[in-house]
């Protein structure tokens, strides 16, 4: 089993849709999470962290379910510009970032 | 301010030849990571330096593939004797003070090997 794992999509979803991700983690000791955004042929960009008790920034909302192991990033009133490939990282153990496969979203007119 | 730099950009070489990607982090950042992107797959993590610490060499794939990080700075990571399996994008990042911080990655070298 991987450490980080997201269902690869891809999500395509009409303008104006709500999505969500998950994003599940195999070490129960994991305290520190983020989502990045990654654009084609482009470097990752952070996106958003997670806290523990949930935290939005407009559209997004993450939050993390620690009694099941999984973050979530969920995209209210999706844009064209949202698409793009969602990474979810484990950041907790010292040096070593887990990155998730990502997921790919499509918003389609 | 200026971002994380990778040169170069694109390296194409062929199989059995040494190349070095070179990573520009930001000023003041003490942590850098090394990663690696094969095509529509995820980043592999490769190597992790922190401050004066010694490095975390664990997803280093061989020992074809070392890295150095001189003065706290910049840093070099060295594939020797290139496999057509080596070609991906190559990505550095760098963070102000280790994990549990945001990483800004660097635009990648693109490594193609004949």
């Keep these: 089993r991987k450490e980080v794992e997201q269902d690869p999509g891809p999500f ?17 000791a994991s305290q520190s999470f983020f989502w990045y955004r990654q654009d084609c042929r482009k ?22 379910n620690r009694a099941s192991q999984y973050i979530s990033l969920l995209i209210r009133d999706s844009k064209l510009s949202d698409s793009a490939t969602y990474l979810c990282v484990d950041n907790t153990n010292a040096g070593k970032s887990t990155f998730g496969d990502g997921t790919t979203l499509t918003v389609k007119p | 301010g200026a971002g994380v730099s990778q040169s170069p950009s694109n ?27 094969s095509l ?10 922190q401050g004066n610490s010694a490095p975390d060499k664990s997803g280093l794939p061989s020992d074809r593939f070392s890295a150095e990080r001189t ?44």
């Design chain 1, 12 to 28: 395509n979803v009409p303008e104006g849709a709500t999505v969500a991700f998950n994003c599940t983690y195999s070490n129960s």
């Design chain 1, 43 to 64: 470097e990752p960009k952070l996106l958003m962290s997670v806290y523990s008790s949930g935290n939005e920034d407009g559209r997004f909302t993450a939050q993390l």
């Design chain 2, 11 to 37: 390296k194409v070489t062929e199989k059995g030849k040494d190349v070095e990607l070179r990573c520009d982090p930001i000023s003041g950042h003490t942590a850098l990571y090394w990663y690696r992107q």
């Design chain 2, 40 to 49: 529509g797959q995820g980043l592999e993590f490769l190597i992790y330096f």
């Design chain 2, 71 to 114: 003065g706290g700075s910049v840093s070099t990571l060295t594939i020797q004797r290139t496999q057509q399996e080596d070609s991906a994008v190559y990505l550095c990042a760098s963070s102000p003070d280790g994990p549990r911080h945001e990483q800004f990655f660097g635009p990648g070298t693109r490594l193609t090997v004949l």
